[in-house]
């Protein structure tokens, strides 16, 4: 059984950071590719950042650029994400999302989601 909890999420005041953390469970997050997404209230769910195991390439939506590292560590079998210089933008639920395939990038499980609030 495959489970992916948030963790990280809080209140935070423009320019600061937060650690978003993703532990994964009945999974590796060395699988095909890890992201995270958000979610504001009113606004489509958009991909923030994706790390692929192989060749460890990252992609990040334009507007987190800089700001934002993802990265995986398969020792605690957790997924990051680094949050700086925090926007009253970036407030949304969080969710971490891993690859169900192990040949393509298919985000077919999902955490709960932990809340970003940015003030």
């Known amino acids: 059984h495959v489970k992916l909890v948030e963790s990280g999420g809080g209140s935070v005041q423009a320019g600061g950071s937060l650690t978003l953390s993703c532990l994964a469970s009945?999974?590796?997050?060395?699988?095909?590719?890890m992201a995270w997404f958000r979610q504001a209230p009113g606004k489509e769910r958009e991909e923030v950042a994706t790390i692929y195991t192989i060749g460890g390439s990252t992609y990040y939506v334009d507007s987190v650029k800089g700001r934002f590292t993802i990265s995986q560590d398969s020792a605690q079998n957790t997924v990051y994400l680094q949050m700086n210089s925090l926007k009253p933008e970036d407030t949304a639920m969080y969710y971490c999302?891993?690859?169900?395939?192990?040949?393509?990038?298919?985000?077919?499980?999902w955490g709960q989601g932990t809340q970003v609030t940015v003030s």
């Open positions: 009945g999974y590796t997050v060395t699988a095909y590719c």
């Open positions: 999302a891993g690859s169900s395939r192990s040949d393509r990038c298919i985000f077919g499980y």
